[in-house]
């Protein structure tokens, strides 16, 4: 099993695309292009466990080069530390109107996991474990949840928990670990733990 790489970049001058094969390179561009966090590490099924990312160590090992090459298509890439993932933001102050949608889905449904799963009495930690997570009688649960359903309506998931969790499979915010089974990638935890600190500050 190879080292993972450790959460901060190293600083480098860009060196163009030497080393860089182009199929990593448009790999790359298709997921941070299409709104996903480019992960540290993935879930891999066949194994039931995580494991490192290799896409995730072509971006760390080129950091200079892959944000001057976004920078010059008007993007910025942005390196989240803590949580250890690179994504996408648009490169002027102005956020797009989908990107606010799909910032506020995001929000919303990992709000609404992280209240459901505290009130069961559970650690916020287990919803990133590959031997813990979300299961279907979770998923029951929160969609008999009339609130819970209203909320997710506001942010324009009309079709339940099924969509809600697609969204972030879709966007690499969690893992469909097996049937109606879920766990929260380190971009979904680390999303959740800023909300947390969010409303544990305003309450302060």
């Known amino acids: 099993m190879t080292e993972s790489a450790p959460n901060t970049p190293p600083t480098e001058p860009v060196r163009g695309f030497a080393g860089i094969h182009p199929d990593h390179s448009a790999a790359i561009y298709r997921q941070l292009v299409a709104g996903q966090v480019l992960l540290r590490q993935v879930y891999n099924p066949d194994r039931g466990a995580l494991e490192d990312n290799p896409l995730y160590n072509v971006v760390y090992g080129h950091l200079a080069h892959f944000r001057e090459l976004y920078r010059h298509l008007g993007l910025e890439l942005v390196f989240d530390e803590r949580g250890g993932f690179f994504y996408l933001r ?31 009495g559970r650690d916020l930690q287990y919803l990133g474990r590959p031997d813990a997570g979300l299961a279907q009688d979770d998923l029951e649960a929160l969609a008999a949840d009339a609130e819970y359903r209203d909320l997710l309506a506001t942010a324009r998931i009309d079709k339940g928990w099924d969509e809600a969790m697609d969204f972030l499979v879709a966007r690499h915010f969690a893992f469909r670990t ?26 302060a």
């Open 90 to 120: 648009e490169g002027s102050d102005d956020e797009s109107e989908e990107h606010d949608e799909n910032a506020l889905k995001v929000q919303v449904v990992l709000l609404l996991i992280g209240r459901y799963y505290a009130r069961t």
């Open 178 to 203: 097996g049937a109606a089974r879920y766990i929260l990638s380190a971009a979904g935890m680390r999303f959740l733990e800023q909300l947390v600190e969010e409303y544990e500050y305003s309450r």
